[in-house]
């Protein structure tokens, strides 16, 4: 099975902790990885900069397109940033907890 990072960015930790959790209660995402960057874009004919925070979702391709959906219900943006990445290289009994963690064992 294919392992795979969910990608989103979010403008507050709060919600970044918050969908990260759920969709790792909701056993969408074995794990999520919050992280402060800085995010520089247009959007509505301006150019913005801007705090913002990464959050990366650890998955399978099983659960990608559930994990998407429900991130896509609970973010709080008009147009969220989602890319799903395949991890080509994962430590075996890494993948193997990422697919129990998504009940894909």
């Known amino acids: 099975m294919r392992t795979l990072a969910l990608i989103t ?7 970044a902790r918050r969908i990260g959790r759920a969709l790792v209660e909701r056993r969408l995402a074995a794990c999520a990885h919050i992280s402060a960057i800085e ?8 150019i913005h900069e ?8 650890k998955t399978t391709e099983a659960r990608c397109a559930a994990l998407e959906q429900a ?15 395949e991890l080509g290289r994962v430590h075996a009994p890494y993948a ?10």
Do not use: C, K
């Open 9 to 15: 960015t979010l403008a507050t930790r709060e919600d």
């Open 39 to 46: 995010s520089v874009y247009r959007w509505q004919g301006e």
């Open 50 to 57: 801007e705090p913002e925070f990464r959050l990366l979702l």
């Open 71 to 85: 991130l896509l219900e609970m973010h709080p943006y008009e147009l969220p940033a989602i890319h799903a990445l």
């Open 96 to 105: 193997a907890w990422i697919e129990a963690e998504t009940g894909n064992a």
